[in-house]
């Protein structure tokens, strides 16, 4: 069963830039799975879809409060995916969980329901302070 594992959260602050690893394990390439994303949960909020990227369309959704500030990307030869967050603002604080999905594609990555989306990371915090 594929396991992921988010590191690379800290503290960080406010303009600085961070990068989040998901590392995929279970024997199956990226390609594998057919959506993956990225979501974080603020204090006291719920779950936030952050970026999707659907593998089968091509295609990569952000959140329109990290748009331009947030790239998801992906080296298939270490099975990881990453979260570039630049300029990183106070309300970017949370823990960032990734996800993935065998099945889906770009209206998936759209939505940003965690129902979609049947692997899950334990999450990385991270806090951005100065």
């Known amino acids: 069963q594929v396991q992921l594992v988010e590191s690379g959260g800290g503290l960080v602050q406010p303009g600085g830039s961070l990068r989040l690893s998901c590392a995929f394990s279970?024997?199956?390439?990226?390609?594998?799975?057919?959506?993956i994303g990225w979501f974080r949960e603020a204090p006291g909020k719920g779950l936030e879809g952050v970026s999707c990227h659907s593998y089968r369309d091509n295609v990569t959704s952000y959140a329109d409060s990290v748009k331009d500030r947030f790239t998801i990307s992906r080296d298939n030869a270490k099975s990881t995916v990453y979260l570039e967050m630049n300029n990183v603002k106070a309300e970017d604080t949370g823990v960032y969980y990734c996800?993935?999905?065998?099945?889906?594609?770009?209206?998936?990555?759209?939505?940003?329901?965690?129902?979609?989306?049947?692997?899950w990371g334990q999450g990385t915090q991270v806090t951005v302070s100065s």
């Open positions: 996800a993935a999905n065998v099945g889906g594609s770009r209206f998936e990555c759209y939505r940003f329901q965690e129902e979609d989306f049947g692997s």
């Open positions: 279970g024997g199956f390439s990226l390609d594998y799975y057919d959506i």
